[in-house]
């Protein structure tokens, strides 16, 4: 499960173990093909080729060669672009980009059809093109740490989609296409500019874990009562003063959440009014029968 504090900082546990530990030694060159390809592994039947820390300003021309490559790991370097050559590589099943420089990603990325995670967190992504929504296999897409304002209409195709990380970046409201990511169980939106959330938020009825800490948030509507399943919701540092009636349908939130790695409901850091403040005091069993009462 990826830790709901994490914010995009962290490699989640599922991140690690999509990334082989195996690197080029540092120094060495990389300037041919057999060069790059004897660094090909594989790695649980999977063909892995690692890049990750080797300072690279631009990727090797011949790594466009490798077409067998299926985990690309070309995280913490120094790329400012990403070559329209990436649409080559479509046997791609995990993209790792995160911690460099790119300013965008190219439209060829919608041809990675087979493209299952999508690693981009930490760069300086402004916007994200609508190719990507041509990834229709994509289960795993973080994006935190960037500088992006919205998402286009086109992501609405991310039907597989499952985990999606969009913290820590210039969000003002949540983008119209997440409501047709009907498989999402993981939504991580902190600390970006959101005011309120759409009544449409039901319409994820998978989804187990919602992360809206850091934002501006006034209220949470009622539909958002609707999400039956959710076990984690944090609205923690918002400025909520009151919550739904129809909060005690969330029975699988179990408790009111302190502890950051904690299930349940994190609400507690808000201006809430008297008498939901003092009434939370005695746990979610309280809050839950107060909201009950005719």
Same mark, same amino acid.
């Given at each position: 499960m990826t830790s709901q504090t994490d914010m995009g900082v962290k490699q989640s546990k599922e991140e690690v173990q999509y990334v082989d530990k195996k690197s080029p030694a540092e120094g060495e060159t990389l300037s041919s093909l057999d060069r790059i390809r004897k660094h090909v592994t594989i790695h649980f039947g999977y063909s892995v080729l690692n890049l990750s820390m080797r300072g690279l300003s631009e990727a090797p021309e011949e790594l466009w060669d490798l077409l067998e490559v299926e985990k690309l790991n070309l995280s913490l370097n120094r790329l400012c672009t990403l070559s329209s050559d990436i649409g080559l590589l479509q046997n791609l099943v995990v993209l790792n980009l995160w911690g460099n420089k790119l300013a965008s990603l190219p439209p060829e990325i919608g041809l990675l059809r087979n493209l299952r995670v999508l690693f981009a967190y930490h760069n300086n992504l402004t916007t994200v093109p609508e190719e990507l929504g041509s990834c229709t296999n994509l289960e795993v897409l973080n994006l935190a740490g960037n500088e992006i304002t919205g998402l286009p209409h086109s992501l609405a195709g991310l039907v597989s989609l499952k985990k999606l990380n969009l913290s820590h970046n210039f969000i003002s409201y949540i983008p119209g296409c997440i409501y047709s990511m009907k498989s999402l169980v993981f939504l991580q939106l902190a600390c970006n500019r959101l005011e309120n959330i759409a009544d449409q938020i039901q319409a994820l009825s998978n989804l187990r874990i919602l992360i809206l +800490?850091?934002?501006?948030? *006034?209220? =949470?509507?009622?539909? /958002?009562?609707?999400?039956?399943?959710?076990? !984690?919701?944090?609205?923690?540092?918002?400025?909520?003063?009151?919550?739904?009636?129809?909060?005690?349908?969330?029975?699988?939130? +179990?408790?009111?959440?302190? *502890?950051? =790695?904690?299930?349940? /409901?994190?609400?507690?850091?808000?201006?809430? !009014?008297?008498?939901?403040?003092?009434i939370l005091d005695g746990g979610l069993e309280a809050l839950y029968n107060y909201l009950k009462s005719p």
């Open positions: +800490e850091g934002n501006c948030i *006034h209220s =949470l509507p009622r539909t /958002l009562c609707f999400l039956t399943s959710l076990e !984690l919701l944090n609205v923690d540092f918002n400025d909520i003063q009151n919550v739904p009636r129809e909060l005690h349908l969330l029975t699988k939130l +179990e408790r009111v959440a302190c *502890h950051p =790695l904690d299930k349940g /409901l994190h609400i507690m850091h808000n201006p809430l !009014l008297k008498p939901i403040k003092e």
